[in-house]
């Protein structure tokens, strides 16, 4: 399907960017072998890896400006069933991707044991009670849906506001929750445990990354986009629309890294301090690639991350589902049992290129796979909705 608008390239750059990093830093050779700037921080702090997905929440919220511009940002039932019916969907294919991965590994579990193949396939099919419920598309999901249905039922002048009580609420939580400790007294972590369940929530020393609560800031995030989208789409001069993103953006990173020492920058509770800092960042990138791509005329570079960035969320899907299957799809090879990765990490890779380097090779294969799928659409003019 064609697009009927023109497409903002810088935009789409931008996205293909965060698109392929997140396809390049979910799939090392070897988690145990990675260098240091493709690692999430192990708990306060900053690294290049924590970027990428604030970045593309971020675009998402322009994205979101964009897209209900058209309805002029008004209610209506059409509209808000748009909204829901797109939330219920980014979310059902979170809970696919997740369903998948549980599978293999089930299936996997039980190989070797004296189990019929019928009744490995059930076992293997059903692990609903074991299904983790939130993660980063079901967090797109929500935060999309919130963002939409606030951006058509307020007026946009209040939004500053929303963003900011959503915000003060959230660091308020987290003061006074425990939220800043790395354990299971951490109100995060209680909340996720008693309303999720441990069987259904990434537990990262109890934490969930994309828990219930870390949700409300996360919300505030896209708003962000979304009030920078606005900020940038009514003024036509592009000089004026790089003053508009730069100025915002040093504005929210300074605020945000002279704020840490009171409030950690953090990626696994969604820090006010990290909204604000990562947003920031995007905000001026995004104005130096206006710059380089519209200003400088500077576009050879881009068609590879241009074929991530017009199809993003089914290259992202995309990447999920081909690390879940060189995960787990296994062979025999000599006396084991390997997968496609082990295999192609461990016995061609790792040997020849050493343990690290090696682990950044296969998730470059991993992503230039991912490419040539996004190619095929690219040269086709093929757009997937989500």
Not at 65 to 75: A, G, P, T
Not at 162 to 174: N, Q, R, W
Not at 198 to 215: A, C, K, Q, R, V
Request: charged letters at 15%; aromatic letters at 16%.
């Amino acid at each position: 399907m064609k697009p009927t608008n023109q497409r903002l390239l810088a935009l789409d750059i931008l996205r293909g960017i965060t698109i392929s990093g997140m396809v390049l830093v979910n799939n090392p050779g070897s988690w145990g072998m990675m260098y240091a700037p493709l690692k999430h921080a192990s708990w306060n702090g900053l690294t290049p890896t924590d970027l990428v997905f604030p970045f593309f929440m971020f675009i998402m919220g322009i994205s979101t400006y964009i897209s209900l511009r058209k309805y002029n940002f008004e209610w209506s039932n059409a509209t808000a069933w748009k909204i829901i019916k797109r939330t219920l969907v980014i979310f059902a294919i979170g809970l696919g991707i997740a369903w998948l991965s549980r599978f293999f590994r089930t299936w996997n579990l039980f190989s070797g044991e004296e189990i019929s193949f019928w009744a490995r396939l059930g076992q293997s099919v059903w692990t609903f009670d074991q299904l983790r419920i939130l993660g980063v598309m079901p967090r797109l999901a929500l935060c999309y849906c919130a963002t939409a249905l606030i951006a058509i039922s307020i007026k946009h002048r209040y939004i500053p506001w929303v963003i900011a009580g959503m915000l003060l609420t959230y660091l308020g939580i987290l003061l006074f929750g425990n939220g800043f400790e790395y354990n299971e007294t951490n109100i995060l972590s209680i909340v996720d445990r008693a309303v999720l369940g441990l069987n259904h929530m990434y537990s990262d020393n109890g934490i969930d990354p994309e828990g219930i609560l870390s949700t409300i800031p996360a919300i505030a995030h896209v708003l962000i986009g979304f009030w920078c989208g606005r900020l940038m789409l009514e003024v036509k001069d592009i000089n004026e629309k790089i003053q508009r993103l730069f100025l915002i953006g040093t504005i929210l990173a300074f605020s945000g890294f002279l704020l840490s020492y009171g409030c950690p920058i953090n990626k696994k509770i969604w820090s006010p301090t990290f909204v604000l800092v990562t947003c920031g960042l995007a905000s001026s990138f995004l104005a130096l690639l206006i710059w380089i791509i519209d200003v400088k005329d500077k576009k050879a570079w881009t068609p590879f991350f241009e074929s991530f960035g017009i199809n993003p969320l089914f290259m992202y899907v995309t990447g999920a589902i081909f690390s879940i299957l060189f995960g787990n799809i296994r062979f025999t090879y000599g006396e084991e049992s390997v997968s496609i990765q082990r295999y192609i990490y461990g016995e061609m890779l790792q040997p020849l290129l050493g343990g690290n380097f090696g682990s950044l090779v296969y998730a470059l294969l991993v992503v230039s796979l991912v490419w040539a799928v996004g190619y095929i659409l690219y040269k086709k003019k093929i757009y997937i909705k989500i």
